[in-house]
């Protein structure tokens, strides 16, 4: 008798962890449903990621907002962020002139 509780039990975790989604009722996998589906009335398509941006734009930004704030913290947080960027020269610059 356990034996056949236990093997219901496992049955019934098999088919709970396969899910909804494996094989809807008189069809075929949704994948291939919606692989299938070129009309594009069932298959929502995935939005396509962005390109990435640029990273010297990204480093010139934050250099611009470090010289808008003029403070001493602002210019060694973009400094510590971007010690090697040829922007970092000018942040020194900017630091050495308001420490005077």
Aim: charged letters at 30%; hydrophobic letters at 40%.
């Amino acid at each position: 008798m356990k034996l056949h509780l236990i093997c219901l039990g496992l049955a019934g975790a098999l088919m709970a962890l396969s899910g909804p989604d494996s094989l809807p009722p008189g069809g075929l996998p949704l994948m291939v449903g919606k692989a299938n589906a070129d009309d594009g009335s069932k298959a929502r398509r995935a939005p396509t990621v962005p390109p990435a941006r640029d990273p010297s734009v990204a480093v010139a930004e934050e250099y611009e907002l470090a010289r808008r704030k003029g403070t001493a913290e602002a210019f060694e947080l973009f400094i510590a962020r971007h010690g090697d960027d040829p922007l970092a020269e000018k942040a020194r610059a900017e630091l050495k002139r308001l420490s005077r």
